[in-house]
T-cell receptor, first 111, second 113 residues
Framework: GENVEQHPSTLSVQEGDSAVIKCTYS??????FPWYKQELGKGPQLIID?????GEKKDQRIAVTLNKTAKHFSLHITETQPEDSAVYFC??????????FGSGTRLLVRP | EAQVTQNPRYLITVTGKKLTVTCSQN?????MSWYRQDPGLGLRQIYY???????DKGDVPEGYKVSRKEKRNFPLILESPSPNQTSLYFC????????????FGQGTRLTVV
């Protein structure tokens, strides 16, 4: 079945710098790759997603890239702000549309 | 407001005492699921339901039960809780078009002593 690996597990950046989180997946049939942000005491919330027919997608300061050949996708956050501090999860859907999540990245943006 | 509502938010119980965590969504979603979140392990699916009266095991179903008698509700039942079920639990729902956003509840922090 699908397996999603996420790195790094923790990431600390200075406010204004960029942050990059990387994920790899195993099932070449996967075609939907969402990213979720989980703030303290809350449930995960979708921030951006990408489908397999697209290589890159941007939404203001966040972007996601997908390399289907290498089976990896990445989240890029530019001009980081303290409110970006949270846990981020990548995910991929398997052939039965089940969401398989990575293990999460705790991002800390230092003021 | 579109939302998934879980109750209770916090629960401390003793080993073996049956408990139910409720989940309700107001978006008319077909697909609902339960996850547990443990440090370093991400979100692991416990059970899911494709529609009313249709449920199936996820990756970590042992010790849990679910039911889907109505489209909006998907309760998680622990018949005989054990300490290894101490975790943070999330309910989520998605529309029938599977490659769409999953909406999560606020979470239930369960401690079994």
């Amino acid at each position: 079945g699908e397996n999603v690996e996420q790195h790094p597990s923790t990431l600390s950046v200075q406010e204004g710098d960029s942050a990059v989180i990387k994920c790899t997946y195993s099932d070449s049939a996967s075609n939907y790759f969402p990213w979720y942000k989980q703030e303290l005491g809350k449930g995960p919330q979708l921030i951006i997603d990408i489908r397999s027919n697209v290589g890159e997608k941007k939404d203001q300061r966040i972007a996601v890239t997908l390399n289907k050949t290498a089976k990896h996708f990445s989240l890029h956050i530019t001009e980081t702000q303290p409110e970006d501090s949270a846990v981020y999860f990548c995910a991929a859907t398997d052939s039965s549309y089940k969401l398989i999540f990575g293990s999460g990245t705790r991002l800390l943006v230092r003021p | 407001e579109a939302q998934v509502t879980q109750n209770p938010r916090y629960l401390i119980t003793v080993t073996g005492k049956k408990l139910t965590v409720t989940c309700s969504q107001n978006m008319n979603h077909e697909y609902m699921s339960w996850y547990r979140q443990d440090p370093g392990l991400g979100l692991r699916q416990i059970y899911y339901s494709m529609n009313v009266e249709v449920t199936d095991k996820g990756d970590v179903p042992e010790g849990y039960k679910v039911s889907r008698k109505e489209k909006r509700n998907f309760p998680l039942i622990l018949e005989s809780p054990s300490p290894n079920q101490t975790s943070l639990y999330f309910c989520a729902s998605r529309s029938g078009n599977m490659n769409t956003e999953a909406f999560f509840g606020q979470g239930t922090r369960l401690t079994v002593v």
